[in-house]
């Protein structure tokens, strides 16, 4: 019984994939970091927009030119470089922290040495930092080395249990192990992305518009609501998987 429900989620994955590939496309990556840029660039994102992620990290870099810098810096210099992200102290302190231990453990600020590591040892070794959960670590493993890491942000969260892609109870943290185990490896990306813009854009937290939703006829929450669904973006009815 385990294995034909796991059949099915997969099949419910494959089809989530494909539906929001045919209407988002595939997006790529805000822009190429070296892992310890994304490092950076990710606990800036931290309870903040992109906008304004992106604003805090051109800021620190313009002002305090390479992360030696940054992290020998005047605590004050690099909370007030970052402030536009908020929580500025909290986030200045602990990139500092963590620039400092990365220099105490390798002698340098390359984390390039991560690529030699499978990917839950990768993974591991960046989990040990105050500030970087596993969240975080997934994003610098998968768009940074290429190692197959899925990063499940609240959008993802939310919009995967509303699908039936997990079980309601799931806690985020068993959540990425678990859509890792449900989509192809090579489409983590694409996936992660067409997700979370289904999340900001559909799929809202308080109010879903689930009549123009492409995966309104699949969803357990459209389902559970009773939502007729006027939107379907492919010509077939989906196949392969069962709601229940
Ligand atoms: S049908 Fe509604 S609840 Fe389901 S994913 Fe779409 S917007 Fe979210």
């Not at 197959?148 to 249990?161: E, K, L, N, Q, W």
């Not at 959540?175 to 799929?203: K, Q």
Request: charged share 25%; hydrophobic share 40%.
């Amino acid at each position: 019984m385990a294995d034909v429900a796991q059949q099915n989620l997969s099949a419910l994955a494959g089809e989530v994939h494909k539906r929001l590939k045919l209407v988002f496309g595939e997006p790529a990556w805000r822009r190429a970091h070296t892992p310890l840029d994304e490092l950076i660039s990710t606990i800036l994102s931290q309870n903040t927009n992109d906008r304004n992620r992106d604003i805090a990290f051109d800021r620190l870099r313009k002002r305090l030119p390479n992360w030696e810098a940054v992290r020998d810096a005047d605590v004050g210099q690099v909370v007030d470089a970052i402030r536009i992200a908020g929580l500025a102290n909290q986030k200045g302190a602990r990139i500092q922290e963590i620039l400092r231990q990365i220099t105490a453990e390798r002698g340098n600020l390359d984390l390039s040495f991560l690529c030699t590591l499978s990917t839950d040892e990768a993974r591991s070794w960046l989990l040990r930092f105050k500030g970087v959960g596993l969240k975080t670590a997934a994003i610098v493993l998968l768009f940074s080395l290429d190692k197959p890491a899925f990063p499940v942000d609240t959008h993802i969260y939310r919009v995967s249990g509303r699908v039936g892609l997990r079980p309601a109870d799931m806690r985020v943290e068993e959540a990425h192990h678990h859509l890792e185990g449900l989509f192809n490896p090579h489409d983590y990306g694409v996936v992660h992305l067409n997700l979370i813009r289904l999340g900001r854009e559909i799929c809202h937290a308080r109010k879903p518009d689930c009549d123009h939703c492409p995966l309104c006829d699949i969803c357990n929450f459209a389902h559970a609501n009773m939502v007729e669904c006027n939107q379907n973006p492919l010509e077939e009815p989906a196949k392969g998987f069962s709601r229940g």
